[in-house]
């Protein structure tokens, strides 16, 4: 029985994703949106979708737009929203004032410098609750801040990593409306997260250390109304085991998508990052996520986002493409301005011959083009590196490209009989086929791996291969 229909079973989840819409869309914030979506998916819940663009200097709607997209391709959809903070300030000032009337809060015109005047030679840092007491009206100027009890303890309750707990007399008390009216973070998303029926928040470990304060401030507005689940789910690090930072790692999900990964084996590694199914499973459809994925099992140590796996895992799902899913999903990347080819020169047909063997070898949608390269490219030129180690610096490049000039004059060209022809002038010159293939497929291809060679010369044609071959033993004799 499923856990709708069931009486026995819990109230269905209602979930949130709140980005900030301040950057580009960063993987950990994926790998927070589908962690709640999964919860939400599988116990029949509400997936709320939340813009927290309350910072008005740094938000921008293009950002906004980003994240819908990315969000959209990854097949992340949202059953509410998006709501924009921006658009429910009545709500954080009403919240604000009520805070105030009922003395939870108070005012302060305290500097930042002042601040750091009076507290620079205490032992515990922040703010010393020097308007406390002052009886200052909350007016335009002043700060908002609330007054956490001097006494006792916060327990955030996390499904991740047990109960946390926080000495009050470590929390300063906060500031939760800024000097110029603007509400802080932290009384926005608990203003929402009451208002929408938040059940279960679902955020990223760095949040963990200012959730005492959201469940401060929830327990003065909520009315009684119970606390929201807290899981806090473990940061992202790259291979240094540092946290993933746009300024050093590839983080934007956007950049991935344009590198031509696909959002279902995006969506697989991102779900791995700190959570596995019981079974040790790595290759997972959306369905067998949705079926077993468990808060109570996510990882509380950092999660590794190894761009190498996840290549690795974008492999095999093109692998797993039917042909004609394949060729579509490249037809992008082979058309439009970025293509090294120019107008008009790409032949689909062309293109569909070899897309099983383009298939086996592309890592990337985006790795497509330039396997393909050489046989759209005109003029054609082998890429220097290659020519100069395999042809040029290699001094039996000459007789072999000479020799197979005339082995390929009257062969069949077929990858069979193409194959059997440079075997034989790979004997004759004592090499293994594998050596004596390198200055043929520089010559024809461009560059010193790729695509089989017999198959790749079947493609290309008798008379642009031969061509090729002439021109690259020419500039050889030139040099």
Excluded at 207 to 227: E, F, I, N, S, Y
Excluded at 363 to 368: D, K, Q
Excluded at 384 to 407: C, E
Aim: hydrophobic residues 45%; contains cysteine; aromatic residues 8%.
């Amino acid at each position: 029985m499923s856990a709708i229909s069931d009486p026995s079973a819990p109230l269905a989840p209602r979930v949130r994703f709140a980005p900030s819409p301040t950057g580009y869309f960063h993987v950990g914030g994926a790998r927070t949106a589908l962690f709640n979506w999964l919860l939400a998916r599988r116990l029949g819940g509400r997936f709320v979708l939340r813009i927290e663009d309350t910072d008005r200097e740094r938000s921008d709607p293009a950002w906004t737009e980003g994240i819908l997209s990315a969000l959209t391709w990854l097949g992340i959809t949202w059953d509410e929203g998006p709501f924009f903070q921006s658009e429910r300030r009545h709500l954080y000032d009403a919240a604000a004032k009520r805070l105030f009337a009922e003395g939870r809060a108070y005012a302060c015109d305290c500097s930042p410098e002042a601040v750091r005047a009076r507290t620079e030679q205490r032992a515990t840092p922040g703010y010393d609750g020097f308007c406390r007491d002052r009886g200052l009206a909350f007016e335009r100027g002043r700060a908002l801040r609330y007054r956490v009890p001097d006494e006792g303890m916060t327990v955030v309750h996390d499904l991740v990593r047990g109960d946390v707990e926080f000495q009050n007399a470590t929390i300063e008390d906060f500031v939760i409306v800024k000097s110029n009216g603007d509400p802080l973070f932290v009384l926005a998303v608990v203003v929402d997260d009451l208002d929408m029926a938040i059940t279960h928040v679902i955020r990223a470990e760095e949040h963990l250390p200012t959730t005492p304060k959201a469940v401060l401030l929830w327990d003065a507005l909520a009315d009684g109304r119970p606390l929201p689940a807290f899981a806090h789910v473990p940061v992202l690090v790259n291979e240094r085991r540092q946290k993933l930072s746009k300024r050093r790692d590839r983080v934007a999900v956007e950049d991935y998508r344009a590198l031509g990964y696909l959002p279902e084996a995006m969506v697989n590694y991102l779900a791995l990052l700190g959570w596995s199914p019981a079974d040790g499973r790595e290759v997972l459809s959306r369905e067998e996520m949705i079926e077993e994925f468990r808060l109570e099992d996510v990882l509380r140590s950092p999660a590794f986002f190894d761009e190498r796996r996840l290549l690795h895992f974008n492999g095999l799902y093109l692998r797993g493409l039917s042909q004609a899913e394949f060729i579509e999903h490249a037809r992008p990347f082979l058309q439009g301005e970025h293509v090294p080819w120019a107008p008009g020169r790409f032949d689909a047909s062309v293109f569909a011959a070899l897309a099983p063997l383009v298939q086996e070898r592309a890592g990337t949608l985006g790795e497509v083009p330039g396997l393909v390269a050489f046989l759209f490219v005109e003029p054609f030129e082998p890429d220097a590196d290659a020519f100069a180690k395999a042809i040029s610096s290699d001094v039996g490049a000459g007789p072999i490209l000479q020799a197979t000039i005339a082995a390929l004059e009257s062969v069949e060209f077929s990858p069979a009989a193409l194959r059997q022809a440079i075997e034989e002038v790979a004997e004759r010159a004592g090499r293994k086929l594998g050596k004596a293939q390198a200055p043929i497929r520089v010559a024809t291809m461009g560059r010193a791996t790729g695509l089989p060679l017999f198959e790749s010369l079947e493609a290309l044609g008798r008379e642009r291969t031969l061509e090729r071959l002439k021109v690259a033993l020419g500039r050889l004799g030139s040099l």
